[in-house]
């Protein structure tokens, strides 16, 4: 990361990272695939529905990985073995009381939550028993997302993508038998996320357990270090704002798109599944963003900064235009394999998908460019510039535009999408060349 080529070494670092995220996003497509296929669209639906509210609970955690991912790109970067050391076993230790805090709330709130949304009636019992079991094992998931973050850090995107291939075929095997074999519905296809997620977490655990370098893990030294907590804090608090105030908009989203009913949710869960896979190839880059930007910000060698951020952007704008383009093109057979049942909520997935899939090239540009802030250190200008271009102007045009009568209308809502992501990404591009110049002028 600090030396050497630059435009072949990020492909080839953030290719694993980009198929470990296709392979997370396989648990969840098993899913809807596998209730699709053997229950119908209510389950599709009931499982779909789930995600904004899950997304808006867990974010907060889940920024504080990147934190720790960030502070230790830096202290990498910066040769500092000790900070090293005692930033992993911090970080470790907030996964563990963060997934208890989530699994209290998740398990005892779900249905409150669930209502909140307006969840159709005849979805809610599902989605309910989805969502308990699903908080039951959130804790494997916060332990395999701080491990990761940590590997990443320092380079390494191989393991964590090995890892998720072997837990991906079980979850998927895990998923057929519970479903089609036992009749567990939704609850099945719960269960065996959570086996596969325990899994990947053991497994990622004793990867970092076995390393010889200075982010090798030892269960036994695990405490708080109150400095290098404050930084996590620092820079990944933001980052988990940022996420959950994502999730309040989508929330609020997905209460407007269950206000027409449970067709409109089911083709809408099967696009949401789909459309994941373009984020995960564009977060990638993101992701190279954070922590190669991280090292050389420790480094001091601003130069790369500058180089890494362009490569950045744009191998996420053109990731972004080839994967959202191969959705519009193939969007029919896509969709039908999740949606087997019901024409009309393929019907409704296919016109979503020219709002949210055909322009993401421009989520692509907004992506990397976070990232590289990010990886700076401006966390929370990054998460300002988030919060207000996207949610807030999706918030407004929900509140304003969508009220109207005449565009209270599905594809009014889907318009939001897009003109958040213009908005925000011009504030992101303004925004790095002055925090840029600020950071490298101060080192002088």
């Not at 893990?217 to 820079?235: G, H, N, T, V």
């Not at 490569?311 to 394999?337: D, E, K, N, Q």
Request: hydrophobic share 50%; net charge positive.
């Amino acid at each position: 990361m600090l030396q050497g080529p630059l435009a072949m070494n990020i492909l080839l670092y953030t290719l694993p990272i980009i198929l470990t995220s296709y392979l997370q996003l396989l648990f969840n497509a098993a899913d809807l695939v596998v209730v699709g296929r053997f229950c119908g669209s209510v389950s599709v639906a009931a499982v779909g529905v789930t995600g904004a509210i899950t997304n808006l609970i867990v974010n907060l955690f889940m920024g504080l990985s990147v934190g720790a991912g960030v502070a230790v790109a830096h202290a990498i970067g910066g040769r500092e073995s000790q900070v090293v050391h005692r930033t992993v076993h911090t970080a470790l230790l907030t996964a563990l009381i963060g997934g208890v805090v989530l699994t209290v709330v998740g398990v005892a709130y779900s249905p409150t939550f669930l209502r909140w949304m307006d969840t159709p009636e005849n979805v809610l019992p599902l989605s309910s028993v989805y969502m308990r079991i699903y908080f039951g094992g959130i804790t494997f998931t916060l332990v395999y997302n701080y491990c990761t973050s940590i590997l990443r850090a320092a380079g390494d995107t191989q393991s964590p993508m090995v890892i998720l291939m072997a837990a991906g075929v079980i979850n998927v095997i895990l998923n057929v038998i519970f479903v089609s074999c036992f009749h567990m519905n939704v609850a099945g296809v719960a269960l065996a996320t959570v086996i596969s997620q325990a899994l990947s977490a053991v497994a990622v655990t004793v990867v970092l357990m076995r390393r010889k370098d200075d982010i090798r893990f030892c269960p036994a030294k695990m405490r708080i270090y109150w400095p290098q907590l404050k930084k996590i804090i620092r820079i990944g608090l933001p980052a988990g704002i940022q996420g959950s105030t994502f999730s309040i908009s989508n929330v609020i989203i997905q209460s407007a798109m269950n206000s027409f009913g449970e067709v409109l949710v089911s083709g809408n869960a099967a696009v949401s599944n789909i459309e994941g896979f373009c984020f995960a190839t564009v977060n990638g880059f993101h992701q190279a963003a954070v922590n190669y930007i991280g090292q050389n910000v420790g480094a001091q060698q601003y130069d790369r900064v500058k180089k890494i951020f362009r490569l950045c952007v744009l191998y996420a704008s053109l990731a972004g235009l080839i994967v959202g383009g191969a959705l519009t093109i193939f969007r029919r057979p896509l969709l039908s394999i999740y949606i087997t049942d019901s024409p009309e909520a393929l019907e409704i997935g296919m016109t979503r998908v020219f709002f949210t899939s055909a322009p993401y090239f421009l989520y692509g540009l907004l992506d990397a460019a976070a990232g590289s802030l990010r990886g700076m250190g401006a966390s929370s200008i990054s998460m300002l510039i988030s919060v207000l271009g996207i949610c807030g102007s999706r918030l407004l045009w929900i509140f304003t535009i969508f009220q109207i009568p005449a565009l209270h209308t599905p594809e009014c809502l889907y318009s939001s999408y897009p003109i958040s992501w213009i908005l925000t990404t011009a504030a992101e591009l303004v925004a790095f060349p002055i925090i840029y110049r600020k950071m490298a002028g101060a080192e002088r």
